[in-house]
C-alpha cells in the first residue's frame, strides 16, 4: 500500500491506495509545529479505523509547501513506517512525463507540479488545473506535456479573514450556505453573494483570459477542498476532481518506484 502525503497550508490531505485504487482519505488542518511523533499519535487511531497497520504501507510519497511538517512527515515515514519516502519539488529529480517551461522552475510549488502530471496524465491534452485552497492556484499545461506556468489569487478564507478581521460590523459566516440570489436582502446574504458569485465569476474571467493564450482549448479542472462548492457558481469549469493531487501523488510514486 501506498500512502500519499499533500501537505498544504491550512490543510493536509492524506490518502493510502491499494493497487491502483484511492482506498482511504483524510482531510485535517495542517499544524506547522507538529513533529514526527505527534503525527503517529494523529495517525495511528486513524489507521486503526480502516483496520491498517504502519508496517503494512510499503510506499510513501510527500508533496509539501510547508518546510517544517515536510521534515516532519519524512521524519514519520523512517521512523514509523520504515521506508524513505519519496519527495516531491521543483529541484527533484523524479521522472514526472511533463516539462517545467516556466521562467525560473524552482518557483514552482509541489503541489502545483503534481496537479500538472495528474491532468496531463489523465487527458493528455492541454489543461488549466484551478485548485482551491488556501490561495486559488490556476496550472496551465499544453498539450506537448509542458507546465506553462499560471495565476495566483487569494483563497476564499483569505477574504473571509480580513472581511470579519478588518471591518466593525461585517460578521463571520458559513459560506456553505447558499444565496437565493445575486441580489442579498441582508448583510449575511450579501456577503455570501459576494463571495460565492463573485468569486465564480472571477475564475470564469480568469480562465477566460488564459484560455485565450492556448493555440487550442484547454480542459478546465477544479480541484481542492473548496472546489465542489464554487464550481457550482462558474461556466467554465468541467471536471470537478477533489482528489487530483492525491491522483497525481500515486502516479509520480508508480513512475518513479
Known amino acids: 500500500m501506498l500512502l500519499a502525503?499533500?501537505?498544504?497550508?491550512?490543510?493536509?490531505?492524506?490518502?493510502?491506495f491499494k493497487k491502483d485504487s484511492l482506498f482511504c482519505h483524510w482531510r485535517l488542518k495542517t499544524d506547522r509545529e507538529k513533529t514526527a511523533d505527534e503525527l503517529a499519535a494523529r495517525f495511528l487511531p486513524l489507521f486503526a479505523m480502516q483496520n491498517i497497520q504502519f508496517r503494512e504501507i510499503s510506499g510513501v510519497i510527500i508533496a509539501s509547501v510547508v518546510p517544517t511538517q515536510q521534515q516532519a512527515w519524512e521524519e514519520f515515514s523512517t521512523k514509523y513506517i520504515g521506508c524513505t519516502p519519496l519527495l516531491?519539488?521543483?529541484?527533484?529529480?523524479?521522472?514526472?512525463?511533463?516539462?517545467?517551461?516556466?521562467?525560473?522552475?524552482?518557483?514552482?510549488?509541489?503541489?502545483?507540479?503534481v496537479n500538472a502530471v495528474a491532468a496531463f496524465d489523465h487527458y493528455r491534452e492541454s489543461a488549466i488545473v484551478v485548485d482551491f485552497g488556501t490561495a486559488i492556484t490556476f496550472d496551465c499545461i499544453s498539450s506537448r506535456g509542458e507546465y506553462l506556468g499560471g495565476a495566483i489569487m487569494p483563497g476564499m478564507s483569505i477574504s473571509l479573514d480580513a472581511l470579519a478581521g478588518r471591518t466593525a460590523k461585517l460578521p463571520r459566516i458559513d459560506i456553505s450556505i447558499p444565496p437565493q440570489k445575486a441580489i442579498g436582502a441582508n448583510t449575511v446574504d450579501a456577503i455570501r453573494s459576494g463571495l460565492l458569485?463573485?468569486?465564480g465569476a472571477m475564475v470564469d474571467g480568469l480562465i477566460i483570459k488564459l484560455s485565450a493564450e492556448f493555440s487550442d482549448s484547454?480542459?478546465?479542472?477544479?480541484?481542492?477542498?473548496?472546489?465542489?462548492?464554487?464550481?457550482?457558481?462558474?461556466?467554465?469549469?468541467?471536471?470537478?476532481d477533489p482528489m487530483l493531487t492525491l491522483k497525481g501523488l500515486y502516479i509520480l510514486y508508480e513512475k518513479n518506484s
Not at 516531491?88 to 507540479?113: F, K, Q, Y
Not at 478546465?220 to 470537478?240: C, D, F, K, N, W
Open 88 to 113: 516531491v519539488n521543483s529541484r527533484m529529480t523524479l521522472e514526472t512525463g511533463i516539462r517545467i517551461a516556466t521562467d525560473n522552475p524552482s518557483e514552482v510549488g509541489a503541489d502545483r507540479i
Open 5 to 16: 502525503i499533500d501537505v498544504g497550508n491550512s490543510q493536509t490531505v492524506c490518502g493510502i
Open 197 to 199: 458569485f463573485g468569486y
Open 218 to 240: 484547454p480542459k478546465v479542472i477544479a480541484t481542492g477542498g473548496m472546489a465542489e462548492l464554487i464550481a457550482t457558481y462558474t461556466e467554465s469549469i468541467q471536471i470537478v
